[in-house]
């Protein structure tokens, strides 16, 4: 008649990748006396792609060849294994006629992998003598899916009533459908979170329903209970139909889907059991029952939050998206989550269900017609408030660079940070002339005023000694930051600068008040910016007007724009995704309103160094002043970046650029002598970002001009 698969379960790919893994490895024995034999495995290829990995994936010979050499009964052992992950793998494709044969070569025999004797062939060669190991699949005809159903749980019924289903007469029983990379068989459904828990990833899941007694037939099973009928949205969520391959992975996917659907629908208790699977060998098909049981619609009942040490509960409700009475939805629920944890106060942020159900009086319910509620806790885990951190850079032409980081990331229990920072510049260095500071402490108050909406004041005092101009000054600045949709970021402030600031043997003092405006875009989607990007756009737009009130009174407005992109070769087949990338970067700037003389040194603009024309000593881009290497600033720029960011194995990476930029004396960019730089560089990636080496030349250098230019640092230059 008939057989029983109970169990449903598909290849994982992290499995494959732990196998790779562990190939790597050194090697171990198994820790007896028996002495270790090594061995090699052939696969004979399939000819189906995905079938071959799933074998691969599932064969513990294949993966523990190298890393975990055994003796001639562990090895013989483990050769046995093999043959039910092997077949699971077929199953898991779909072919369920199939059939495995392990052959071994060890010296001048060759046996079957279940002869009784391969144990004592084994123990019986000599020492280091290796043996071959040579695994095929027959895949027969690949089954696919037959009747597929879906019915609500069925009754228990008690249990002195009811005997256990046996099925009469079978003549076919297909062994259960296991993840063909496991260890052992699985021998149960699925893993159940109890009630009342979160999963590790801290969203909310269902209690499931008791699991029902297993029905003999598929008919049997259709005829227990009700059967359900799914609405389109449900219905295209499923995906599954009649005729379609019998892949594992794919009924698994569909179980998942429809559960998804149904608690986005607001059914949070909804289940979707493990699929109920029957073999049909004479039509070569599968099948597939599903128990379904949606549950009460319910939306958001109160919500909780436990954890809370330093942090005020009432800064995170009001920021918190997720209200009371809106329709339960756990895509809402997440996104809520992530929002209180991008916060930057927590080590951890988790969301479960608090059930029981409860009902809400009309009044609170945003829903009409539905009363039933899910209360909902949220659980945190307070990270450090304080940290110290480090900075240190080089380059040939700004020198050394380092300094120390304080930050207190909540202040007073609303998310508030203070940072302190404290560098030291100028530590030798082609375009400096001295030792020189950079003090400043920055506060950031977030959600000000507005969800999304940050104040950032900045009190800052600073020294430089560049061969261009030397500048002692205090800056105050203060500005707020919004989010707009998912890419733009805008901010507006004001800005009061006093300084000094000597060039060429004229001392002069200045006091600027300025209201810089900017816009960001950026769609690489990188959560830490330091990371590189391999796709997408960052572009930017200032506008600063600005007034000098001492040494001659002047108005000038600062423009600048830059945009960079990434284009990864993977888009023309050449390359694995991320491995290969070009950037390009293009900046323009202007200053209008002011001649160069009339702004001060500080506000003109200037090229050279990494952040413009790399080959060139920072601001050895321009008009010089004589024939010496101090430059005099202009009022307009452009520059642009052409990039090849090449990753390695072992962490490594190399990059190769040509930059090219000018700086002229008029408003309109496009003047000035264009300056060309080219090199190249090494990348060593780390969690935090890449460590960037690169090495730059001038392909036309000026007049004291450097030769060559070396830059350090953490991250892209771009």
Known sequence: MLGIVTVFCAPLPAEAKASKAAANAKPVTDGTSDPAIPYAVTLTPTKQADLDAAIAASSQLKSLQTSHTVGAYALAGRIRSDYDRVNSALESQGYYAGSVKISVKAGARTVDGKDPSLPDILKALGKNQKVAITISATIGPRFSLGNVALTTPPQEPPAASVPAPTPTTPTATAPAMKDPTAKAPVAKTSAKIPAGKAPSDGKAVPTPPPAAAVAATSEQAIAQAQPVSLLPEERKAFGLTSGQPAVAADVLAAQNSLLNQLQEEGYATASVSTPLAYLKPQTHTLDIVFRVNRGPKVVIGPISMTGLAHTKQRYLMNRLELKEGELYRPSRIESARQDL?????????????????????????????????????FG???????????????????????????????????????????????????????????????????????????????????????????????????????????????????????????????????????????????????????????????????????????????????????????????????????????????????????????????????????????????????????????????????????????????NLGFAGFVDAGQVGTGSRPGQGTLRVGYGGGVRYFTPIGPIRVDVALPMNRPAYGDKWELYFGLGETF
Do not use: C
């Not at 927590?346 to 509620?373: E, K």
């Not at 945009?563 to 491995?579: C, E, Q």
């Open 341 to 377: 944890a991008s916060t930057g106060v927590f080590a951890s942020v988790q969301v479960r269900n608090a059930p029981p159900i409860i009902t809400l009086p009309p009044s609170r319910t945003l829903m009409p017609g539905i009363l039933q509620a899910m209360p909902i806790e």
């Open 380 to 650: 945190f885990k307070e990270a450090k408030r304080r940290t110290l951190s480090a900075e240190i850079g080089y380059s040939t032409d700004l020198g050394g660079r380092v300094g120390v980081s304080w930050t207190h990331h909540n202040l007073l229990g609303n998310a508030e940070q203070l940072r302190l920072t404290a560098l030291i510049t100028g530590l030798g260095g082609s375009a400096q002339q001295g030792l020189g500071y950079d003090v400043y402490a920055d506060f950031m108050k977030p959600d000000f005023l507005s969800k999304g909406q940050n104040l950032s004041v900045r009190l800052e005092g600073i020294r430089q000694l560049l061969y261009s101009y030397h500048q002692t000054a205090i800056i105050g600045r203060a500005g707020l930051n919004r989010h707009v949709g998912k890419y733009w970021n805008v901010s507006g402030g004001v800005m009061g600068e006093q300084e000094q600031i000597q060039q060429f043997g004229d001392t002069r003092s200045y006091f600027i008040i300025a209201a810089p405006l900017n816009a960001t875009f950026d769609n690489t989607q990188l959560s830490n910016p330091i990371d590189p990007a391999t796709h997408g756009v960052r572009a930017s737009l200032s506008v600063t007007p600005s007034e000098s009130l001492e040494s001659g009174s002047s108005f000038f407005t600062l423009l600048s724009a830059q945009v960079s992109t990434y284009f990864d070769l993977k888009h023309l087949g050449i390359s694995r995704p991320g491995r290969s990338v070009i950037a390009v970067r293009g900046i323009v700037g202007s200053v209008q309103g002011a001649s160069t003389y009339q702004i001060p040194p500080d506000q003109r603009l200037y090229a050279g160094g990494p952040a413009t024309v790399r080959g060139f000593r920072y601001q050895g881009v321009g008009p010089q002043y004589g024939k010496t290497k101090y430059g005099i600033g202009g009022t307009s720029m452009d520059a642009g970046s052409v990039e090849f960011r090449q990753r390695l194995p072992m």
